[in-house]
């Protein structure tokens, strides 16, 4: 049975999405499996961006933007009752399939007990088992029918495991052009062509702002008094964020004050010479963007000491590119991206990291010419885009569920 045959049948799809990015993969996904089931239904748990096309959201997709061992446990109570509820209710709903989209502390649990309970389900985003221990891979095939890979080193450790995995290609590939368009941006931001500019970016959630923001702002004040016309930008990724990132900045004015944007991230990317950011997505993006960075982060000390003292990091590299380019065979001690992680994350170790790149012309141009070639890889040579092969992978198992 084809997905044509079947899309007058209106399936039912689950799809339990956690924090930003995985609202804009949970929409993407849904955009494309509607070309398909044109009446399907899809509930479960997402943010606005999956809302607008068309979800039925349960619960608010706050719920789950949560980090750090801390901040789960203090959390936890609220957690389990959450979970305990959407499982009988997706038990009762009976959907053809329930796709969990990152979210892996809450969304396996979930997984695990609706496949016991004969559902089908879809892990959409592998957890890092290159970085954690790999027989992780196997406790993930025991919650999933299938986990789609945005990383193409991803299925074969899958593959040693005996789980079913796909490499669909990772969505932000799609998303950026492989030559990118400084002086577009720069003129959609009214940022002048002839200065240095460097863009901002601590972090995506309240928590993290208020943890490293103000070590982000002041080591960029430091790094503007040393390279005199420097441009700041600073984009916030929601209200929240800017309302708190406005009160660490002030009320600073004239041309060198930080310019601080709703949103336009992408844009302050593309328009800056060098990027400045927390750990995470971003530095996928950054990288994306074809734009030279500092990465830096520091979690909770308790989280840190139990993540040391049960030996959970696999590698010594923390950011995506650095682990993307060593993944890529460009060497195993690979390092194009300065990480200044717990401890090293200071504001005078930003701005020495920050500086020694607007100061070697020739490193930054390695690094593009570097990150083109991870750009090229996330593509791979897959036909289609990221939202399409996700959607194809999810509707095989809606169309095992009609056979």
Known sequence: MTPTDTANQAPLIAIIAGEDSGDQLGADLIIALRRRYPDARFVGIGGARMQASGFESWYDIKELSLFGFVEVISHLPRLLRLRKELVARLIAAKPAVVVGIDAPDFNLGVEKRLREAGLRTVHYVSPSVWAWRE?????????????????????????RHGVDARFVGHPLADRFAMVSDRAGA??????????????????????????????????????????????????AANERVHATLKGMIGDTMGDDAPLLLNGHAHEAMLAADVVLLASGTAALEAMLAKRPMVVGYRVSPVSYRIARMLNMLKTDVYSLPNILARAA????????????????????????????????????????????????????????????????AVAELVEAGHG
């Open 186 to 235: 720069r003129d959609f931001l009214q940022l002048p062509h002839d200065v240095p500019v460097l863009a901002v970016l601590p972090g995506s959630r309240p928590s993290e702002i208020e943890r490293l923001g103000r070590h982000f702002i002041d080591a960029a004040r430091k790094v503007g008094a040393a390279l005199p016309g420097l441009r700041v930008i600073v984009p």
């Open 329 to 392: 065979g460009m060497g195993e001690k690979t390092v194009l991206v300065p990480e200044l992680m717990q401890d090293d994350f200071t504001p005078e170790k930003l701005v020495e990291a920050t500086l020694a790149l607007f100061q070697d012309s020739e490193r930054r141009g390695a690094i593009v010419a570097a990150f083109e070639q991870l750009h090229r890889a996330l593509r791979g040579d897959l036909e289609g885009q990221a939202g399409d092969l996700a959607a194809d």
């Open 135 to 159: 027989k992780r891979a196997e406790k993930i095939g025991r919650s999933a029918d299938r986990v789609l890979c945005l990383f193409p080193m991803e299925p074969p450790i899958y593959a």
